[in-house]
Structure formats: structure tokens, C-alpha cells
């Protein structure tokens, strides 16, 4: 019989502890010895974390609990849709009596006999403006004061005994007021028009001009106010298209800016809308003529 392998025992020996404890074997525990790692709620029988809702299984992640898959987002699983109440899309709709707040004033239904004319078949209309009645300001003063001075003057010369001048003042008086006339009716057939496909302005009696720009071709659209059209709530309208000389630039003195402002980029940038609120708004107005 052979002597064991290793070293002789020394009892002195300092790594003697060391080595001992090192190549003590470790004990298995059982299920029935206590609260360990095994029976406890721990690695072996407890709740993995590939049986865990927010990793394994739950709508953010594709794969089963221990099918041995890699954690794979779902982006379609975890999308909502946005939800809108009906009182975040109140102030675009008006009640019975419109006290409802709106941001955009409502659209016209139809063109006028005016504007009909230069519409084609398969463009939308979306309303027309007049200019604000500022734009006839230098024609009415011009008027006023002609008004005044000539009938002062015709008055002056009736005394004079000289019919001659009295009457060619007269008639310098008639003269400046059909110019005065001919500014209004000119000011009433002048239009901004804005449809879903371009804005026009239509002007002239008798020479008519009609000038127009395409929504996708304008690249930058501002509009200024000076304090008196704060005030008067008009303003002038710029309109800008990729750098080039256009004859539709500058629009001047157009009524409620900020609306028709918001309109125009709400055309532009938002047609679905344009369209959705005009169903809606046509719907409305079944459902009132119905009951």
C-alpha cells in the first residue's frame, strides 16, 4: 500500500489553512434545506426576467418568455394613435349662434358672379376680401377738400359778376368727384382671392388685370402693420417666390391680416384640415336644416 500523494503534514506549515479550505468540496443544497438560492424566491424557481411582463412578453418587446430570443422592440406594439377631444377642436367649429372662439374666420360657400369667372372646375374656392375701406382714403380727402374749396370759390366769383369762372369751377368740381367716384367703384371690384390651389387679385373697370400665384411656388409670406392699421386691423401682405420678380408681390391694405394670414398658411400647410372642417361644417348644417 502506497503513502498518499502531497507533501508530508506539517503542522507548522502556514499555507496549510489555505489549501484545506480550498479543496473542501462544496456541499448541495437540497429543497428542503432552508431558504436558499433553490427553494427560495430567487434565480432558479422565481419569476426570470424573461418571464417578466415589461421584458419577455409585454407589448413594447417581440419574442416569448424563454424561447431564447434577443429582446426586440415592436415599434408598431407599443404606438397609440394621439387621441383629440371635441374641446381641443372647439375653437374650430362655431355653434348656432357663433360665440364659439375661433382662430379662423368661417369660409365662404360660393364666389361671387365677380370672381366665378376665373375659377377653374376642379380648384376650391376658400374666400375673397375687398380691400379695408383705408384704401380709399386719399380719393375721399381729395374729395372733401375739393368740395370746400371750389364751393367756396364758386361762391366768391357768383359775387364778382364773372359767370364764366363760376361756371368752370363748377365743373371742375363735378370732375373731381366722378375721379372720386371712379376710385370706389374701383375699390368695390378690386379682390384678393384665395383658393386651394393659388391666390389672385383681380382689379380694373375697364382694363381689367388679373394676377395670380401658385400655393406650392410661394416660398415666404409675411405681412406688416403700421400702428394706424394696428389700430384700423388691416395691413400689407408680402409674398415671396424662390427669389424671383413676381407680379403678385405686395398686397396692400387687406382686411383682418392675422386672419386671413392663418388662412392662407393653414391652405398651404394644412389642406386635410381645410377640408375635414368644411365636411364637418357642411354636416352641421344639414343636421340644423333637418331639425
Known sequence: MGSPSGPPFDPDDPD????????????????????????????????????????????????????????????????????ISEDELAGLRADATGSTPRRVLPLEDEP???????????????????????????????????????????????????????????LLWFAVMGWVAWKVADWWYDRFILTNKRVMVVNGIVTRKVAMMPLVRVTDMKYEQTPTGRALNYGTFVLESAGQEQALREIKNLPNPNELYLRVVEEMYEPQAVEARLGKEADEAKADDGA
Open 112 to 170: 361671387s358672379s365677380l370672381v366665378a369667372r376665373y375659377l377653374f372646375p376642379t380648384e376650391r374656392y376658400r374666400g375673397e376680401w375687398k380691400r379695408h375701406w383705408i384704401h380709399l382714403t386719399n380719393p375721399l380727402l381729395i374729395g372733401i377738400a375739393a368740395t370746400f374749396v371750389l364751393g367756396y370759390l364758386s361762391g366768391f366769383l357768383a359775387g364778382q359778376d364773372v359767370g364764366a369762372l363760376t361756371t368752370i369751377a363748377v
Open 16 to 83: 496549510r489553512e489555505r489549501r484545506e479550505r480550498d479543496t473542501e468540496p462544496i456541499p448541495r443544497i437540497g429543497p428542503d434545506d432552508g431558504p436558499g438560492y433553490g427553494a427560495g424566491p430567487g434565480l432558479s424557481d422565481g419569476p426570470s426576467l424573461s418571464d417578466d411582463v415589461g421584458y419577455g412578453d409585454g407589448p413594447g418587446y417581440a419574442g416569448q418568455g424563454r424561447s431564447g430570443r434577443g429582446w426586440i422592440r415592436d415599434p408598431e406594439a407599443s404606438y397609440q394613435p394621439p387621441q
